[in-house]
Structures are given as structure tokens and as C-alpha cells.
Nanobody, 124 residues
């Protein structure tokens, strides 16, 4: 069983930056691809980005490409989401997720474990 805990959320002004962290425990962290998703009020959960097991490849949604960066530390069992040039439309609850099969795909059903989510609010 893999447990995921997000941290680093909060309130930031438009144009600002924020870094989310996700701490993983249980299982072998380097066996999992890791993804980030978000869900805004009244909207469906959407893919933000993902990183492969060793961090060699990443995949991003068009809406965040060139603004967000995912990285991981397989020694510390951590995955990060660096968010720059934030916009009010980035306001959402952000979730990290683990894919046991190593996919960096965008389909949420492929991910096996989820964190509880953390709020990010971007003010205009």
C-alpha cells in the first residue's frame, strides 16, 4: 500500500510561484510513475503532468506546459510540482498520484494511489 501526502499549497497572487511536494511511503517509490492532477470547483479532475520512474521523461498538459515543472527525488521518496507564472485559472485542489505500471499518461483511471489533495488558490 502506497501512501501519498501533499504539502506546499496555499494562496498566491497571479504571476507568482508555488512548489508542491508529495511525500510517498510504502512500496518502492522508484517503481512508480508519478502524476499530478487538479480539480477546480464544479469541474472534473484534470491531468497536470507526470514523470517517469527515473525522472527521465515528463508529460504535461497544454495548459501548464512551460509554466509547471515536475521533478522527483527517488532517495527522499518525493515528487515536486514547481508552478510558475500562476494564473487564477490554476486555482484548484491538487493531487499527486502513483502509477504502478510506470505510465506517464493523462488518464486518471491508470493511477493506483492518490493523495488527499491540497488547495492552491491564485488571486487576481
Amino acid at each position: 500500500q502506497v501512501q501519498l501526502v501533499e504539502s506546499g499549497g496555499g494562496l498566491v497572487q497571479a504571476g507568482g510561484s508555488l512548489r508542491l511536494s508529495c511525500a510517498a511511503s510504502g512500496g518502492t517509490f522508484s517503481n512508480y510513475a508519478m502524476g499530478w492532477f487538479r480539480q477546480a470547483p464544479g469541474k472534473e479532475r484534470e491531468f497536470v503532468g507526470a514523470i517517469s520512474r527515473r525522472g527521465a521523461s515528463t508529460n504535461y498538459a497544454e495548459a501548464v506546459k512551460d509554466r509547471f515543472t515536475i521533478s522527483r527525488d527517488n532517495v527522499k521518496n518525493m515528487v515536486y510540482l514547481q508552478m510558475n507564472s500562476l494564473k487564477p485559472e490554476d486555482t484548484a485542489v491538487y493531487y499527486c498520484a502513483a502509477d504502478l505500471y510506470g505510465s506517464t499518461g493523462s488518464a486518471s483511471h491508470r493511477y493506483d494511489y492518490w493523495g488527499q489533495g491540497i488547495q492552491v488558490t491564485v488571486s487576481s
